[in-house]
């Protein structure tokens, strides 16, 4: 099975930040990876997909890269509806997906 | 638009069957472009895919959950549904049902989700 890991768990940052969150693999998944964000109380939303193809609808300050084992989702400017929590999903088994645990980024 | 809505028990007994249906609106179920699965998500905690289904009825299922699990398809009614056997306060969480498209792989709708408690 293909675990994921996200770092860091949590990261409290500021309106216009930027911030970068990892997610890796244990086994090379090629670019089968996609990135989520999810508020309290609702479903996750797709972001970014194939690792770096933005979901239409998605603003332009969210960005995916990586290949391999290695992928990053970078948020170049924070803005307040941003507060949320964010997953990496695997999709190299597909159709069975595992997600990573989680990054929580909340108001400094 | 479409839309994909849960309905079932808010409350199981435990060792009993969990059911859950999954209404699709505003597309067809049969599409070959898309696979239907269930996901959960543990009060307070992370997301976890319990598995996934085709038009056709092939079914995929998360191995440490796979002895539990039943995912069926009904194209005439547009719906999909999860079985989860012999539940315990473990299987207490949210359940999600979704679409997932082959290309690229990505799951691109969700349901609002419904809260199952396991409790006697």
């Known amino acids: 099975d293909i675990q994921m890991t996200q770092s860091p768990s949590s990261v409290s940052a500021s309106v216009g930040d930027r911030v970068t969150i990892t997610c890796r693999a244990s086994?090379?998944?090629?670019?089968?990876l996609a990135w989520y964000q999810q508020k309290p109380g609702k479903a996750p939303k797709l972001l970014i997909y194939?690792?770096?193809s933005l979901q239409s609808g998605v603003p332009s300050r969210f960005s995916g890269s990586g290949s391999g084992t290695d992928f990053t989702l970078t948020i170049s400017s924070l803005q307040p509806e941003d507060f949320a929590t964010y997953y990496c999903?695997?999709?190299?088994?597909?159709?069975?997906?595992?997600f990573g645990p989680g990054t929580k980024v909340d108001i400094k | 638009q479409l839309q994909l809505q849960e309905s079932g028990p808010g409350l199981v007994k435990p060792s009993e069957t969990l059911s859950l249906t999954c209404t699709v609106s505003?597309?067809?179920?049969?599409?070959?472009?898309?696979?239907w699965g269930w996901i959960r998500q543990p009060p307070g905690k992370g997301l976890e895919w319990i598995g996934s289904?085709?038009?056709?009825?092939?079914?995929y299922y998360n191995p440490s959950l796979k002895s539990r699990v039943t995912i069926s398809v009904d194209t005439s009614k547009n719906q999909f549904s999860l079985k989860l056997s012999s539940v315990t306060a473990a299987d207490t969480a949210v359940y999600y049902c979704?679409?997932?498209?082959?290309?690229?792989?990505?799951?691109?709708?969700w349901g609002q989700g419904t809260l199952v408690t396991v409790s006697s």
């Open positions: 289904i085709y038009y056709s009825g092939s079914t």
């Open positions: 979704a679409r997932v498209v082959v290309v690229p792989a990505a799951t691109d709708y």
């Open positions: 194939a690792a770096s």
């Open positions: 999903q695997q999709a190299n088994s597909f159709p069975l997906f595992t």
């Open positions: 505003g597309g067809s179920i049969s599409s070959s472009s898309y696979y």
């Open positions: 086994q090379g998944i090629s670019s089968w």
